[in-house]
């Protein structure tokens, strides 16, 4: 089998498939989770703790220097973390409920009981009866003593 007929079947599997839309959905899900904090829920945290812009807390090691360009700030920017902690839970939380939905649909489904079997049609009813016939003799040909 060559390399390519291979990928294209690995490709055309359905999980594969699905798997790259969920990573697409997230990506998405992702940026919209990333203005919902940054530009929704964070300014009014902010207006709260009296005007302060979460994304730019942080703790200075090594100020800047601009008498010379070879010196650059270090920081632990605490603030980002935050805000991807905030992140996180959103979206953690979004999944959660997602998986939370699709958990009691499965539930739902098992609750469900199995649907009744459609009757045999009349030429099935013929060959099962046949069949049984045949099993029945044979089982009677095998019990028979051997002649002599």
């Not at 709260?48 to 010196?71: H, I, K, N, Q, Y």
Request: glycine residues 4%.
């Amino acid at each position: 089998m060559s390399i390519v007929s291979e990928f294209r079947e690995f490709i055309s599997r359905g999980n594969v498939i699905d798997l790259a839309v969920g990573v697409i959905i997230g990506a998405s899900f992702n940026a919209i989770v990333k203005s919902l904090v940054d530009q929704i829920i964070m300014p009014p945290i902010g207006l709260l703790t009296g005007g302060v812009d979460f994304s730019r807390l942080r703790w200075v090691l090594r100020p800047d220097d601009p008498a010379t360009e070879a010196v650059e700030l270090v920081a632990i920017q605490y603030g980002a973390f935050i805000n991807t902690v905030i992140q996180f839970v959103i979206v953690a939380w979004a999944v959660f409920m997602l998986v939370k939905l699709v958990n009691a649909m499965r539930r739902k489904e098992a609750e469900k009981p199995p649907e009744a079997q459609p009757a045999p049609s009349p030429t099935e009813v013929l060959l099962m009866e046949i069949r049984d016939q045949l099993r029945a003799q044979n089982e009677a040909r095998a019990a028979a003593p051997p002649a002599p």
